[in-house]
């Protein structure tokens, strides 16, 4: 147990030191996930080109679904890795933003592709409804890590009933939305489910997740610009809103304190 400090100054240096040894933390971290993540960039690529591969070739059923639980299982280490990234650069207060110029309608549209698999073996219907093209600049990382969590949830508390994600934008924003008809949260919930730790969803029966997913949403959003919000019904489902200028303004390489 750590010994109480006896004198201001004594508070002051052990303050410090936790502060650092905090730090030091946080960019083992990132470090540790940079490398966990960056290998993984050609696996992905090389069980694409055999998937494909193997549908064109007509392979047996077995491989190929073999080859599909594959590469969802390498797409969620993936993701993991990145989120497990962005955690640790929120934590430190250096989550260096990249503004870049994208569509976000084909952007929504191919991460919400990627899902589909995902999606049907839970017995859910995955629909999308984004019209484009969609120009604008945001921080594709985040905004990456911002769909992902909000699909990945749908997904696990949707309970098998059709999710749809939307986009629509106008000159000023876009507004992302991604609607379940699965287990809901109850009113006494919505207060915290953006905190750290939370699991406000699915909090009355027994699910997987540390609680950071909808957090790591919020800081994105907000680094961003942007705000999030959502509404549900106990039972009925939830729908999860994100809004987002059509141009971020922050310059490429500003870091946003946490």
């Known amino acids: 147990m750590m010994a109480r400090p006896e004198s201001a100054e004594d508070r002051d240096a052990l ?34 080109v055999l998937l494909n591969r193997a549908r064109r070739e007509r392979a047996s059923a077995a491989t190929i679904t073999g080859l599909e639980r594959l590469e969802i299982s390498v ?24 503004p870049a110029t994208f569509d976000m309608a084909a952007f929504v549209a191919q991460i919400t592709a990627n899902y589909e698999m995902l999606a049907a073996r839970a017995g859910s219907v995955l629909g999308c409804d984004a019209q484009g093209p969609v120009a604008g600049v945001w921080d594709q990382l985040a905004t990456e890590q911002i769909i992902d969590n909000l699909i990945s949830n749908a997904i696990r508390y949707g309970d098998g009933k059709p999710i749809r994600v939307a986009l629509v934008a106008d000159g000023v ?9 699965g287990i809901g949260i109850a009113a006494d919930d919505l207060t915290r489910i953006f905190d750290r730790f939370e699991q406000a969803i699915g909090s009355r029966r027994k699910s997987g997740g540390f609680g950071i997913g909808l957090w790591l949403v919020r800081e994105l959003t907000e680094a961003m610009g942007g705000k999030i919000g959502v509404t549900s019904t106990e039972s009925e489902g939830s729908t999860f809103t994100v809004w987002l200028p059509r141009n971020m303004k922050e310059p490429s390489g500003m870091e946003h304190a946490a």
């Open 15 to 48: 303050i410090e030191e936790l502060r650092a040894a905090v730090a030091a933390r946080d960019n083992f971290i990132a470090v540790a996930a940079h490398e966990l993540r960056n290998p993984m960039t050609p696996i992905v690529g090389q069980v694409e």
């Open 75 to 98: 797409g969620h280490y993936v993701r993991r890795a990145t989120a497990l990234l962005e955690i640790s650069r929120v934590n430190a207060g250096r989550l260096a933003l990249e």
């Open 173 to 181: 924003g876009v507004t992302l939305s991604v609607a379940d008809g």
